[in-house]
């Protein structure tokens, strides 16, 4: 078991046993972090930089995608079409999966009856636990999904979800 701290910069385990910074050193350090990291977006995949690539990818914005809504190199996992289901009754068909992010994926949402039934506009209504999805093809459940806080995109027309592991 350790019974010791070994700090990979020395400098800062100096600074740690100190009493305090004063406002000058602080603004120093912030300074050399901010310089140390002003590039870090050049190096790294946009997607791991921007915190807004949930809301672009429900917004059908999404940058850099190939004709079929994915990034390179990007395969949707998640069965093709999925039935929403409100106590076994079906609300809407989810189709057309699109790569958003690492473990999120975008579906189009068409309603099962017409007129659509107006909670599939609402952003309410995906954050709740009202709604169960169920595999078109096998009619297996997934019942850990969940959809993004980002809301409906694409005028209303998409949801983004996550944890589409059939039961």
Known sequence: MATKVVD???ELQK???K???TLGEIAQWAAREAERTRNLGAVEPRDLVS???MKKAAEGSDDEQDGQGRHPGQEVTAPASWRVLV???ELATLRDPRFAEM???SFEIVAATSPADPRLHEDAFWLSDAWRLMDATTGRAASMAFASSAGLGDGGRRIVLRGLHLD
């Open 8 to 10: 990979i910069r020395p």
């Open 51 to 53: 915190g807004g690539d």
């Open 87 to 89: 106590d076994g009754t």
């Open 19 to 21: 009493k305090g910074w």
């Open 15 to 17: 600074r740690r046993r």
């Open 103 to 105: 473990f999120w994926t």
